[in-house]
Structures are given as C-alpha cells and as structure tokens.
C-alpha cells in the first residue's frame, strides 16, 4: 500500500499570500495518478486536481498541481477567503489511499 | 446535475449491522464506477470501497475485507454498502462517490454524507 505524507499539518497565511502543501508517496505513483481534493467543513470533499496536475472542471485557475514520483505539491497562488479548508492529496494508480491532510487557516 | 444522496445511516449497536444506500440521478449510472470513502469525527478520509460499472469488478480496503458488502442495482441507478459486525471505529460520515471508467479514475462527485455511529 502506498502510504502519502502531507506537510504542513497546517498552513497558517493571510488572504492573498501563496499557498504550497505538499504530498510525498511512500512509493512512486503510477502515471502521476494523484489527485487533490478541498474540504470545507460540514461538506464534501471537492475535486481540484487529477493527473497530478490537471484541473477539475471548475476550479479556478489559482489553483495548480505539480510533480511526479513520490513528490506533488498543490498551490495556490493568492489565496482567497473561500480558500481556508482542509487538502488531501490522493492516489488512485493501485489500492486507493488519501494522505492525513493540510488545514489552511487564516493567520 | 450529478447527484449522490446517501441514506442508511444511524445509530447501531457495535456487532450489528447496516444497509447504506446512494441514490444517484443527472448521469448514466451504469457507465461509471462507484466507490464508498468514510470518514471518522474530526479525521481524514480513508476509502472503503470500489464496485465497477457492470458490477463484475468489486475491491476493498483489507482492513474491511470479509465484514462489508458494496453492490449496486443499475436499473434502479442506485449503489448499496452493506456492513456487518460492526465495531467502534466504523463510527464515521461514509461518502457516495463516482469515478470514471475508463482506467484509474479520481473521485469527480461526492455525496454529502450518511453518519454511521456505532456505540460499544
């Protein structure tokens, strides 16, 4: 099973400064078959990123994926307040496993 | 639009069991693969469960292997979880949620929910 380590635990920022977390694979993933999802509390999950780097449909463009192997990193370019949630980085290339998460708060 | 709505959930006592349900309307149920992601109070998400579009291809997380049944009824555009002996660390929101076909596939579309809570 591919374990996925997400860092920070959390990111503490100021609207309109830059976001990176990162995931990194206890082993390569596949075709970059990572993903990225937000949480906000008391909802869902929302899918932003597939393939690594590949947005969802919808997602604004603040918003990009990097990375290959056992290193990926979401950013945010400038956060916006609707930004302040939970990520998780995600495999899909063999047993699905999620990462533990980053918490994005408002500093 | 693409809707999961879950039902099922509850309160149970630990050894017992529970038949969750996702009723799904806005796409062709039958082409897509549908999985089952829970989540415990206040941690992360951990999947459970994968049932492929025709139903032929089923996996599971091997930690719930042998207690929990994923199934689904194309004609009624609906998927199913059923859980059995069930322990206090089943307690969590378990999501309905759908992933392409077509090879390895994210989760595009979740639920919103059903809680299980399963007291000891």
């Known amino acids: 099973e591919i374990v996925l380590t997400q860092s920070p635990g959390t990111l503490s920022l100021s609207p309109g400064e830059r976001a990176t977390l990162s995931c990194r694979a206890s082993q390569s993933v596949s075709s970059s078959y990572l993903a990225w999802y937000q949480q906000k509390p008391g909802q869902a999950p929302r899918l932003l990123i597939y393939?690594?780097?590949s947005r969802a449909t919808g997602i604004p463009h603040r918003f990009s994926g990097s990375g290959s192997g056992t290193d990926f990193s979401l950013s945010i370019s400038r956060l916006e307040p609707e930004d302040f949630a939970v990520y998780y980085c995600?495999?899909?290339?063999?047993?699905?496993?999620f990462g533990g998460g980053t918490k994005v708060e408002i500093k | 639009e693409v809707q999961l709505v879950e039902s099922g959930g509850g309160l149970v006592k630990a050894g017992g069991s529970l038949r969750l349900s996702c009723a799904t309307s806005g796409f062709t149920f039958r082409s897509y693969n549908m999985n089952w992601v829970r989540q415990a109070p206040g941690k992360g998400l951990q999947w459970v469960s994968t049932?492929?579009?025709?139903?032929?291809?089923?996996y599971y997380a091997d930690s719930l292997k042998g207690r929990f049944t994923i199934s689904r009824d194309n004609a009624k555009n609906s998927l199913f979880l059923r859980m059995n002996s069930l322990r206090a660390e089943d307690t969590a929101i378990y999501y309905c949620t759908r992933s392409s076909n077509y090879g390895p596939s994210p989760f595009d579309y979740w639920g919103r929910g059903t809680l299980i809570t399963v007291s000891s």
């Open positions: 049932i492929s579009s025709s139903g032929s291809y089923i």
């Open positions: 393939g690594a780097s």
């Open positions: 995600q495999q899909y290339g063999g047993s699905l496993t």
